[in-house]
C-alpha cells in the first residue's frame, strides 16, 4: 500500500510539475514580428534572440519577407487584420503612408513615461516625426556611399577612388573600367534601378527635398546617369536591368562591375556573403562622390521600428520596439556592419572591429551632411511613385529628361490639390 501511495504522489507531482511548465509556457506573451531577408541577414535573429533572453516572459514569432516584396506584403497584413505587433517600416515612403492611413501609433506618451533619452538619435529623429509626432524609434539609419572593386582597378591600373572624388571622376574613371563584349563584358559600375538611385544626385546640391523643392535639381544628376549608361555603355541601361530584375548584390560580387554606389547597409551583406564563400571581391568603400565646387553631402534614408496601432499587447510591443531601436540593439547592428539609428561614441569603433571590414574605410562612414531621401510627410507615398514613374519614362528615353521634370512639378500639384 506504501508504495502504491508513493507511486500515486509521484504522479501527482508529475502533473502538477507538467501542469505548471504548461502555465508557464501559456503566460508568455507572444509577439508577432516582421521583416525582411532575416535568415539572409544573419544580424536581426541576434537581435531576436538577445530580445527574448533579457525578456524570458516574451517569446517573438517572426514574419520573414523577401525585401523586394516586404512593404506589399505588410500593407496586405495590416488590410487583412493580421496580428502583426512590431514591425520596420523599410522606408519613409512606406512609413508615411502608414501614418497616413493611422495603422502605426504614435509613441511620444510612451517615450516620456519611460524616460527614454532621444539624445543619441541626433537629427535623425528629425525625419521620422510627422505633424508633431513621433511613430518609431529610427532602428537603422543608412546612407549612400561608394564601393569599389579593387581588382579590376589593379587590373586597368587605374588609381583607387577617393573621399574627394567628383561626379565627373566617376565618370571618367566607368569608362576606363569597361571592357569586353557581351558576356564576357565587364562594366565601370553599376547603377540598381531604384528612383532613389538617380534622384540622390540632384538631394546631394543641398537645394531642397522632394515634397517642396523645385524638380529642375535632379536635371543634372539624371543626365549623368544616362550619359553614364545610355551613351558611354560604361554601366547597363535601366531597361536592361529591370527587365532582368536584376540587384546589385548579385552583380557586384559576381566581379564585373568596378564601382557601385549604395547603402552602407551592403557592409554587412558584403562581410556576410564573404564568410559563406559566395564571393572572393577584393573591395573598399570611399564617401560618396560630390558635385564640383559643394560641399560634400550624401543621402541617408531611416528605418524605424514600429506598432501596430490595433497590437493587442501594446506593452510588450513596446519593450521590443525599445529594444530594436535602442542602445541594446545598435550594439548587436554595429558589431554586424549595419549603422543603427542610436549612435554613440562605441558604435564606430564596433564597426572596426568588426572582422571583414576594410580598415581603409573608416572614413567614408564620417561625413558631415546627410540628407533624407524624403523628409516626414503624410504625402511621401504618392509623391515617391509619382517621381518613380517620370524617372522610369525618362531613362528608359519614353520621355526627355525636361519633359519628365516638368511633368513631376504638375503631377506634384495635382497630388497636393487633391490631398488637401
Request: negative net charge; glycine residues 8%.
Amino acid at each position: 500500500m506504501r508504495n502504491n501511495r508513493s507511486v500515486i504522489l509521484l504522479v501527482v507531482v508529475a502533473l502538477f510539475l507538467a501542469m505548471a511548465c504548461t502555465a508557464t509556457a501559456e503566460e508568455k506573451t507572444v509577439l508577432r514580428f516582421a521583416c525582411w531577408d532575416y535568415e539572409v541577414s544573419g544580424y536581426d535573429p541576434q537581435l531576436i534572440k538577445a530580445f527574448e533572453e533579457s525578456n524570458p516572459d516574451i517569446k517573438v514569432e517572426v514574419y520573414d519577407m523577401p525585401a523586394n516584396e516586404y512593404g506589399d506584403k505588410v500593407l496586405i497584413m495590416l488590410a487583412g487584420g493580421e496580428d502583426l505587433d512590431v514591425f520596420y517600416a523599410k522606408d519613409p515612403t512606406l512609413y508615411s503612408g502608414l501614418v497616413l492611413r493611422r495603422q502605426i501609433m504614435p509613441i511620444d506618451e510612451l517615450v516620456s513615461r519611460d524616460g527614454v533619452d532621444l539624445v543619441a538619435y541626433g537629427g535623425v529623429l528629425d525625419n521620422i516625426i510627422i505633424d508633431g509626432k513621433l511613430y518609431g524609434l529610427p532602428y537603422r539609419s543608412d546612407f549612400w556611399i561608394l564601393y569599389y572593386n579593387k581588382d579590376l582597378f589593379d587590373e586597368w591600373g587605374v588609381p583607387y577612388p577617393t573621399n574627394n572624388w567628383t561626379w565627373e571622376d566617376y565618370r571618367e574613371t566607368a569608362k576606363q573600367l569597361t571592357h569586353g563584349e557581351g558576356a564576357n563584358r565587364k562594366h565601370g559600375a553599376y547603377i540598381q534601378p531604384w528612383a532613389s538611385s538617380y534622384f540622390l544626385f540632384g538631394l546631394q546640391k543641398g537645394q531642397g527635398d522632394l515634397v517642396e523643392g523645385e524638380y529642375s535639381m535632379l536635371k543634372d544628376g539624371l543626365e549623368l546617369a544616362y550619359q553614364v549608361q545610355l551613351v558611354d555603355k560604361s554601366a547597363a541601361d535601366y531597361a536592361t536591368n529591370q527587365s532582368m530584375g536584376s540587384h546589385y548584390r548579385g552583380i557586384f560580387e559576381r566581379g564585373n562591375v568596378g564601382m557601385l554606389y549604395m547603402g552602407t547597409w551592403y557592409i554587412q551583406a558584403l562581410v556576410y556573403d564573404a564568410m559563406q564563400g559566395l564571393h572572393d571581391v577584393n573591395w573598399g568603400i570611399v564617401r560618396m562622390p560630390q558635385w564640383e565646387g559643394l560641399e560634400h553631402a550624401t543621402i541617408g534614408n531611416v528605418t524605424p521600428v514600429v506598432i501596430n496601432s490595433k497590437t493587442k499587447h501594446k506593452e510588450a510591443a513596446w519593450r521590443l520596439a525599445k529594444f530594436l531601436g535602442g542602445k541594446d540593439g545598435a550594439e548587436i547592428l554595429a558589431k554586424n556592419q549595419i549603422m543603427p539609428g542610436y549612435v554613440d561614441s562605441t558604435i564606430l569603433e564596433r564597426f572596426a572591429e568588426a572582422p571583414g571590414f576594410p580598415p581603409d574605410g573608416l572614413d567614408a562612414l564620417v561625413t558631415k551632411k546627410v540628407y533624407m531621401e524624403w523628409p516626414p510627410h503624410r504625402l511621401v507615398g504618392l509623391l515617391g511613385n509619382m517621381v518613380n514613374e517620370e524617372i522610369v519614362l525618362a531613362m528608359t528615353g519614353n520621355k526627355s529628361i525636361d519633359e519628365a521634370i516638368a511633368d513631376m512639378e504638375a503631377r506634384r500639384e495635382e497630388i497636393f490639390m487633391l490631398n488637401p
